[in-house]
């Protein structure tokens, strides 16, 4: 989910298990969602994007779930890896009109071996 | 396939002191160029963006300024460095399609400000 002041939301899981970090987004218009995954120290990266005609898309290992009745993005991670540990954010946009994705602070993922 | 170089990875200055960080993109032409700050703990905030050479948008009124001397090459400048310019410093490129579109960025520059 979003962040609360400067502390990210933190999920903890055991390797081998599924993941699913949430997102709630603000704008009713946006029409375009993507995911990141951001290690420690380095940038962002992208994992999968999704647009408002679908409401699930899946990927290598992730599916994205887009809920607009609530506003609610979803991204799940199947049998998470060590190497999944990193901070992941949703980002919001328009397709037209706008150069602007809007960014959510993150939750940051750790994986338990 | 397409890259995102920026330069340096970090830097540490004084208070006072000219700031330019450097991004160019490989492998694309005419993107859109972005700058973003980034705070711990915290979103990212974007800060400049540009559609093409010498168009630049400021989305925050602040210290810095930037400028587009070539199609992929995006520059970040300070003429007088404040300690609340130490960040992490991310560039991103999209299409040219118009229109919010998936950004990729950069590695980044971690700046220290003393």
């Known amino acids: 989910g979003e962040s609360v002041g400067l502390h990210l939301p933190t999920l903890s899981v055991q390797e081998g298990d599924n993941s699913i970090i949430n997102c709630a987004y603000s704008?009713?218009?946006?029409?375009?969602f993507i995911w990141y995954k951001q290690e420690s120290g380095k940038g962002p990266q992208f994992i999968i994007d999704?647009?408002?005609?679908?409401d699930k898309r899946q990927g290598q290992r992730v599916t994205v779930l887009l809920n607009k009745t609530v506003k609610h993005l979803s991204l799940q991670i199947a049998a998470t890896q060590p190497g999944d540990s990193a901070v992941y954010f949703c980002?919001?946009?328009?397709?037209?009109?706008?150069?602007?994705?809007?960014f959510g602070k993150g939750t940051k993922l750790s994986v338990i071996p | 396939s397409q890259t995102i170089h920026q330069w340096p990875a970090t830097l540490v200055q004084p208070v006072g002191s000219p700031l330019s960080l450097e991004c160019t993109v490989e492998g694309t032409s005419n993107p859109n160029l972005y700058w973003y700050r980034q705070a711990a703990g915290r979103g990212l905030q974007l800060l400049f963006y540009?559609?093409?050479?010498?168009?630049i948008s400021s989305e925050v009124p602040q210290n810095l300024s930037a400028s587009r001397p070539q199609d992929r090459q995006f520059i970040l400048s300070s003429k007088k460095l404040l300690l609340s310019d130490s960040g992490f410093y991310l560039c991103a490129w999209s299409g040219d399609g118009g229109g919010t579109d998936t950004q990729y960025f950069g590695p980044g520059t971690r700046l220290t400000v003393l």
């Open positions: 704008n009713s218009a946006s029409d375009y």
């Open positions: 999704i647009r408002s005609n679908m």
């Open positions: 980002a919001e946009g328009r397709r037209a009109g706008s150069y602007q994705l809007t």
């Open positions: 540009s559609v093409g050479i010498g168009q």
